[in-house]
């Protein structure tokens, strides 16, 4: 007892003496190696670190603070051990902490961050300095892990399997993993050097300290990592992992009386299958047969009235899980900007299992599937010599949508048959100073029904090349670079619609580079960007400019919401990212930036800066303005003729508290103004956080918009005595919208491997058209408002005229005001029974309304809420890891 009581006295003693004066530049090279030692037997995980290798190895203990204070000494004494045998890797790492009792733990579900104490091991099996994967662990026991990319970027949809334990000691705490190098990628060889890193955190002193740091004026962080040495001997190790699973689902659904389709309790059992097997030593394949993301979040409710499809986050596990490998450029350049540049994503996999995209012909009970059934996908990812690869491919089943007219029951296809593929490789040259990657997605389908080959493409292939290369030895400056084209085919009416469509506008009557071909049986286009970039020092600098050909197409297997444009931009700032005694961080940018069609036409021109601010206590501040010259609006007329942009001014700010505390709070709010009453609207939400216990987690985040448009696009009809607006009159609105909505999330860690997530989303929103109007010329903001000048409206009955009693024909609008209440949640429960298999007990729930009320009455929308049928969905999951 004695002697262990004057162990723990000189180990305290120990971690309370003043680190060494040390050259700040120091921590940042990695250039003292880190040794590992090969065990003739395991070491037991179990957080003690009371194995007698830790008392018979030297450990590593030279850290260095990145934060709060760039290259100072650790505030705290670490030492850690890395050892290995021929199945795994191991890490135990003994924290010391002159103040035991304010080490930070608190739970919460695997990967989702919170401001506890703890400790990272980074690995670069590859050692090619760009690439790697993490893994942590917290004082509570919370697991970390994801992989690394491009050098500075991380992603945390990789969950492996592997253990770590974490327990407090008297003098601290300690962390100890066990990592399977199946979990890892490396190349075999009987000598080897991998590239590793450390990261401590300090709560309750915002402190992280590595071995190596990433200067926060400086680039690279991968590339810094010191090497691990005296690895022999090892071979990858074969990966074999066979993930079988069961479902089960009641849902009672709102139903219409005597629906056919839809009434009381519906059951639905389930089973599939994922795997991941490696082929040879670099390669690995994910592979799944009939997927169930029945755990997966709901989006959130959205109004749009843009003429842009709103992009939803990919959540499912199969899909975002090693996304990064399909990123497409990216590579090089760590900093990049877009001002009103329409970034197009090449592979955007929630286009797999999407919602069908056929119509159907009315009737009085219809069933349509929510979803398209994947019946199988595969994922290859991995190394073939020097050229990383990712390979995906899925195939979704055919879908009909049940009809009945009250007797008879027929169906009709709403989704072909359909086949989506993508692959991507990469090269690296120079230890990552230059590269070049190849991009390729394919989607064919096949219709059963013609009519449903007039909605949807028949096939579509689009392919790209990227890369990028430094400028110079300390990777300050690099020029990146991305060139692709598209083709897509199908019917001529299919082509035709697609021509017109929000994307394209082939039928803009002004645009002499443009026209719709009412014969083609395909699209093709072409899309491009180049960027310089300085992203190491305290002056920043980017510039980039693109172009997205008015045919080019990404959508059936990509994401992009506009073609026909060219854009450009420059954008400059400066950073003191060395504490004072009053500042943290302080950043400034501004930038300049104009848009064209490809008719030369200046769709955009405008300046914009922003301000950034985090103080000693660790609030942040932030302040940005955008000042919108005028221009012409290519996309106003939804296809029609241009309109005059004008003038706008945009600011906004926001704060956010200190995140260690129990209690945060923040806040955001912005105003849009528009001259000539085109735009005078404002919005803004904030959120308070709290954690009454270091196991639950309370987060509310109500939301406000008032939109006060001039320009709200209502519809378009056709009149040949509109003559100077082609033939066709655009009918806008100016509306006024008000929305309120609220998240509400709750999170509950009874254990780091149990948990229970509550979420919960109301949201209402209403708009009120106080006028009614269409454009008199092309190339203007002059509008005719109905009732006027000799016009004519009668809301009542939603008709308007654009003459009264003249000629001209009136237009029908119907009732353009609208109300629309709903409220989206969800609660999962999460068991990981055992390392890898996990048990979902998941409830959702939907309901909603909709109306034509303009006004915002919480009352009214209350119980319209409430009055509304709801949607209710239980299930059970469960996942059993195997590793044969």
Do not use: C
Not at 391 to 412: F, H, I, K, N
Not at 805 to 824: H, T, Y
Request: charged residues 20%; neutral net charge; aromatic residues 12%.
């Amino acid at each position: 007892m004695l002697s262990a009581a004057l162990a723990a006295a000189f180990q305290l003693a120990l971690a309370s003496q003043p680190a060494a004066p040390r050259d700040p530049e120091a921590g940042t090279r990695g250039d003292r190696p880190v040794n590992a030692v090969r065990l003739p037997a395991p070491v037991v995980v179990d957080g003690r670190l009371d194995d007698a290798v830790y008392a018979l190895h030297d450990s590593i203990t030279g850290f260095t603070q990145r934060d709060p204070t760039p290259g100072a000494p650790p505030s705290q004494r670490t030492a850690v051990w890395v050892f290995y045998d021929d199945a795994n890797l191991y890490v135990g790492a003994r924290l010391h902490d002159t103040a035991p009792d304010s080490v930070r733990a608190l739970l919460a579900r695997r990967d989702r961050w919170v401001p506890a104490d703890g400790f990272f091991v980074f690995v670069d099996g590859y050692r090619d300095r760009r690439t790697g994967f993490y893994f942590g662990v917290n004082a509570a026991g919370t697991q970390y892990d994801g992989t690394l990319f491009n050098d500075e970027w991380d992603d945390d949809t990789w969950d492996g399997v592997w253990i770590a334990k974490a327990q407090r000691t008297p003098d601290g705490w300690t962390a100890e993993f066990r990592i399977p190098l199946s979990q890892l990628r490396f190349a075999g060889g009987e000598r080897q050097e991998w590239g590793v890193n450390f990261r401590r955190d300090i709560a309750r002193l915002n402190e992280r300290d590595f071995v190596v740091y990433q200067p926060p004026d400086g680039a690279g962080f991968v590339s810094r990592f010191p090497p691990l040495q005296g690895i022999t001997g090892l071979q990858p190790r074969a990966r074999r992992e066979i993930l079988p699973y069961v479902t089960g689902r009641v849902a009672t659904l709102s139903h219409a009386p005597g629906d056919p389709f839809r009434s009381g309790t519906q059951v639905d059992p389930g089973a599939g299958v994922d795997a991941k097997l490696g082929l040879g030593n670099n390669l690995t394949l994910d592979a799944t047969v009939n997927p169930d993301f029945g755990q997966v979040e709901v989006d959130p409710a959205v109004v749009n009235l843009s003429d842009v499809e709103v992009f939803f986050p990919e959540r499912r596990p199969f899909f975002i899980e090693g996304q990064n490998i399909f990123g497409f450029g990216v590579g090089g350049s760590t900093n990049s900007w877009g001002f009103a540049w329409s970034g197009i994503d090449f592979l955007y996999t929630r286009r797999i299992g999407r919602a069908p995209q056929g119509g159907t012909e009315s009737a009085p009970y219809t069933d349509r599937p929510a979803g398209t059934r994947i019946v199988g996908a595969a994922k290859l990812s991995g190394r073939v010599g020097s050229w990383n690869l990712g390979v995906l491919g899925s195939v979704t089943r055919r879908e009909y949508a049940a009809l009945s007219d009250g007797t008879a029951q027929w169906r009709q296809e709403v989704e072909p048959l359909a086949f989506y593929g993508v692959a991507r490789t990469q090269k690296e040259f120079n230890g990552g100073r230059q590269g070049v990657g190849f991009i390729g997605t394919a989607t064919v389908r096949d219709f059963e029904d013609p009519a449903l080959a007039t909605q949807v493409n028949r096939s579509a292939y689009v392919g790209g090349l990227d890369g990028w290369t430094f400028l110079d030895a300390d990777r300050t400056w690099v020029v990146a670079g991305w060139a692709g084209a598209s083709r897509v085919g199908g019917t001529v009416e299919r082509m035709a619609a697609l021509q017109q469509s929000s994307v394209h506008y082939f039928q803009r009557p002004d645009a002499g580079h443009l026209g719709v071909d009412p014969l083609a049986t395909s699209l093709a286009g072409w899309a491009g960007r180049v960027s310089l970039n300085r992203q190491r020092g305290n002056w920043t600098f980017n510039a980039a400019a693109g172009g997205i050909s008015p045919g080019f197409e990404a959508n059936d297997l990509g994401f992009q919401g506009r073609a026909d444009l060219v854009n450009a931009h420059v954008v400059t700032g400066y950073r003191w990212v060395r504490p004072t005694d009053w500042y943290q961080r302080i950043q400034f940018n501004v930038a300049h930036f104009r848009q064209w069609d490809f008719g030369g036409n200046r769709t955009f021109n405008g300046v914009w800066g922003n301000t950034f601010f985090r103080a000693r206590n660790f609030w942040a501040f932030g302040t940005w303005a955008e000042r919108g010259f005028e221009a012409y609006d290519a996309r106003l007329t939804r296809g029609g003729p241009l309109a005059r942009r004008p003038p706008q001014f945009n600011f906004g700010g926001w704060f956010e508290s200190d995140d260690r505390r129990r209690v945060i709070v923040g806040a955001e709010a912005g105003r849009y103004t528009a001259s000539q009453g085109a735009n005078d609207s404002w919005g803004g939400g904030a959120y308070v956080e709290v954690r009454p216990a270091s196991s639950l987690t309370v987060r509310v985040g109500p939301s406000l918009e008032f939109i006060n448009s001039g320009r709200q696009y209502l519809q378009t009809s056709t009149d040949t005595l509109a003559t100077a607006t082609y033939g066709r009159r655009y009918l806008f609105g100016d509306l006024d919208q008000r929305t309120l909505s609220g998240n509400v999330r709750v999170n509950w860690i009874f254990t780091p491997r149990l948990s229970l997530e509550l979420f919960a989303q109301p949201f209402f929103s209403s708009g009120r058209y106080t006028a009614i109007k269409e454009l008199e010329a092309p190339k203007t903001f002059d509008f005719l408002v109905y009732g006027t000048e000799g016009s004519t409206v009668d809301r009542e009955a939603g008709v308007v005229d654009p003459d009264g009693a003249g000629p001209a024909a009136p237009i029908a609008i119907g009732q353009p005001d609208f109300s629309f209440v709903s409220l989206r949640g969800n609660a999962v429960l999460r068991w990981e029974y055992v390392p890898g298999s996990t048990l979902f007990l998941v409830w959702n729930h939907n309901r909603a309304a909709v109306g034509n009320r303009g006004d915002l009455d919480l009352g009214e929308s209350w119980q319209s809420l409430r009055a509304a049928p709801a949607d209710n969905i239980l299930a059970l999951k469960i996942t059993y890891w195997w590793n044969p």
